[in-house]
């Protein structure tokens, strides 16, 4: 009786094979995946270039666009709002003082950034987000 239920439940159940056999591979090679880095990029560098354009921008030495790329709509709405219509040469070329990062998770981080102006320093909080395989800036507060 127990050699006829499992005759039973073999002739029900569908016979299973895994799709990587040795005949299925020679036939259908499949490439192995590619290994996922634990980290795509490191923010650092992109938080202080970010807030210096942004700076450079508000100062009237580079065109707002420039930006388009590297920051949500809603931050480059603002920075827009607040950016002079025409572009002229800066005094003095604005430089990165200090960058301090800190990761929230692996797709956000945060930044503070101490930039000077030309005229003064000043300070600036930037969050960035990583989408679709590139860092934005979804906030950013200049003081």
Known sequence: APQAAARAAEAVAPLLRCVTSPVTESLWPVAAPAPVEASP??????CGAV???????????????????WVSPAVFEQLSRRCPAAVAPPARRPTVRSTVVSRVSRTVAEASVVVHDGTRVRAAAVRMELRRGAWRATVLQIG
Do not use: C, K, Y
């Open 41 to 46: 990029s490191d923010p650092a560098r992109l």
């Open 51 to 69: 807030v210096l354009a942004a700076v450079e921008s508000l100062a009237g030495g580079r065109p707002v666009l420039q930006l388009a790329r």
